[in-house]
């Protein structure tokens, strides 16, 4: 273990340094993203790093990303400060940024770790940073976080699409199978029917169907089965959902007594939205399988979230 070397004006300088990074950031004025800053956030400061969270979004796009700004000291790698994208807070994002990013003087890029993508200020900035006046520290500041946020957004910004004739094709054979898969779904607590002509069906990210969901005790909820695929917000994949907008007397009930299951990722995090997706290792069984196989995985999931809604509509009941 090193000596220690207690310097308090040292650590009140970190205090500093935090008010003037977070003015510096919301004092920022660009044409490409916007900048929140995360005041009241958790994991912005901790044994070895200190600093904020900031929440930038694309003017062009929409895209947002949860920055992780500030300093980092940890012995066995590099420190500074940095500007951090990790991948479990950006995972729609995160693999365009890496691939896209280019160089720009006010960073230097570091990919040493493969969860965590940093800019950094370079030491020679930061060094002749140190000891500023207040005013002339905001300047470099700002025009640090400016220039790498712009560059994350610009790097996502840039990603076009890749698509083929087969997509297609795959894409009208799941929606063919979601249809089949509500109109064979059995259950001994629920029973389906879908509403065709609803014309939420069908969106920019998301197809399936509508359908109510109903038991012999007086239930019916409006539900949705099918994929959503939005590249500008996770997770995305196979789900069923309910919504308070369509079941405001029921919702509160089902969201309050909903429970994880292994069949299931229970998504609550949306306000007035309960998810529940099909996990990555049943997709991939899917894929694997052959068409009827493929089918009764669909059926066993659609049947193991509509008596997870009803379920818990039932055990709100017995309250």
């Known amino acids: 273990m ?31 993203a916007e900048f929140q800053v995360i005041r009241d956030a958790k994991d912005c400061i901790g044994r070895h790093w200190y600093g904020l969270r900031c929440r930038v979004t694309c003017r062009r796009s929409g895209i947002g ?16 400060l940095m500007i951090e994208l990790d991948e479990q807070n950006n995972r729609h994002s995160y693999g365009s940024v890496l ?32 000891g500023r006046p207040r005013g002339e520290q905001a300047v470099i500041l700002r ?15 840039e990603k076009g699409f890749r698509l083929d004739y087969r997509n297609m094709a795959d894409s009208l054979n799941l929606v063919n199978a979601f249809d089949q898969a509500l109109n064979e779904v059995e259950s001994h607590i629920s029973s389906v029917r879908v509403n065709y002509a609803d014309k939420d069906n069908f969106g920019q990210y998301a197809e399936g169907f509508r359908y109510y969901l109903e038991n012999d005790k007086g239930l019916s ?30 919702f509160d009930r089902v969201y309050h007594n909903m429970e994880a299951s ?13 998810k529940l997706f099909m996990k990555a290792e ?3 069984a899917v894929n694997r399988a052959e068409y009827k196989e493929q ?12 008596e997870a809604f009803v379920t818990a509509w039932e055990r709100g009941g017995n309250k």
């Open 2 to 32: 090193e000596r220690l070397h207690i310097d308090i004006n040292a650590l009140e300088s970190m205090h500093r340094f935090w008010d003037i990074l977070a003015d510096a950031i919301e004092s920022i004025k660009s044409d490409k």
């Open 143 to 157: 025009r640090f976080v400016a220039g790498g946020a712009e560059a994350i957004v610009d790097a996502a910004y």
């Open 221 to 250: 909820l409006y539900a949705y089965f099918g994929a959503i695929y939005s590249y500008k917000k996770q997770p995305a994949g196979i789900f069923a959902e309910i919504d308070k907008f369509s079941n405001p007397e029921e």
């Open 282 to 284: 049943m997709a991939e």
């Open 99 to 130: 691939e896209n990013i280019t160089e720009r003087p006010e960073f230097e890029i570091n990919r040493a770790e493969p969860e965590y993508f940093k800019l950094f200020m370079p030491d020679s900035v930061f060094a002749d940073m140190s």
């Open 65 to 80: 990303f949860y920055l992780h700004i500030g300093l980092i000291y940890f012995p066995s790698t590099r420190p500074g």
């Open 262 to 274: 292994p069949v299931y990722e229970l998504g609550v995090g949306e306000p007035g939205f309960i």
């Open 295 to 306: 089918m009764e995985l669909l059926k066993n999931f659609l049947k193991a979230c509509n």
